[in-house]
C-alpha cells in the first residue's frame, strides 16, 4: 500500500504535471491540425469533381456530326374501299380486322425503292370476293392474312402453288420472319385445306 501512495505522490509533482499538459497540448494540436488537413483534402475533391461533372454538363460545340432524320407518317396509299384509321382514332369494340390492320400499317410506313413483284401467272389470281380464311393456316394470324390479302392473296389454291422463290418475295412483301414460311408448312396446310369437289 506504501508503494502505491508513493507512486501517486510522484504523479503530483510538478514535474510530471508539466510532462503531462505539454503531451496534451501536443496531442491536441497534432490532432486539430490532421482534422483540418482531412478536412480540406475532401472540400477539394468535392470541388474538383463537381468542376467534372459541371463541364460533363456544359453545351460543347460538337463538330463533324451525321445528322439522320427519320419521318412516321400514315400510309395514304389504301385502297378506296377500306377504311382508314388514324393512330389519333380510338377503335371501338365492334373493330373489324381490316380496321386492325389498316391501324397497324399506319402507324410506320416502310420505304424500299426495289420492292419484288409476285408472280401472279405462276400462283394464280385470288379472289377478293370470295376469300379464304387464312387463319385456318398454322402461322397465320389476322394480321399476317390481312397483309397477305394486301399483296393479293386470297385463297388456299394460292398459297398451295408458292414455290421457294414466291416464299421469299411473300416474305419480303408482308416483312415476315425469314424461313418462317417453310417452318410452319404453310404451302402442305394450304393443300389440305383446298375444298375437294
Known amino acids: 500500500m506504501n508503494s502505491l501512495n508513493n507512486y501517486i505522490d510522484q504523479l503530483q509533482t510538478p514535474e510530471f504535471i508539466g510532462v503531462f499538459a505539454l503531451m496534451l497540448s501536443t496531442f491536441l494540436i497534432g490532432y486539430l491540425f490532421g482534422y483540418f488537413l482531412e478536412k480540406d483534402k475532401k472540400r477539394a475533391l468535392i470541388n474538383r469533381l463537381k468542376k467534372e461533372v459541371n463541364t460533363l454538363r456544359s453545351s460543347k460545340k460538337i463538330k463533324n456530326i451525321d445528322v439522320s432524320y427519320h419521318q412516321v407518317r400514315p400510309n395514304t396509299h389504301t385502297q378506296p374501299d377500306k377504311q382508314v384509321v388514324t393512330p389519333q382514332t380510338t377503335l371501338i369494340p365492334n373493330t373489324t380486322k381490316k380496321t386492325i390492320a389498316t391501324k397497324a400499317r399506319t402507324e410506320f410506313v416502310k ?42 392473296i386470297y385463297n388456299y389454291s394460292q398459297i398451295s402453288k408458292l414455290q421457294l422463290k414466291d416464299i421469299g418475295i411473300v416474305t419480303h412483301l408482308i416483312d415476315f420472319f425469314p424461313g418462317r414460311i417453310e417452318a410452319d408448312n404453310w404451302v402442305e396446310q394450304a393443300t389440305d385445306l383446298i375444298p375437294t369437289s
Open 111 to 152: 420505304y424500299s425503292h426495289n420492292k419484288p413483284v409476285l408472280d401472279f401467272k405462276s400462283i394464280g389470281e385470288g379472289n377478293p370476293n370470295n376469300p379464304d380464311s387464312l387463319t385456318q393456316i398454322n402461322g397465320i394470324g389476322p394480321y399476317i392474312e390481312q397483309r397477305l390479302n394486301d399483296i393479293g
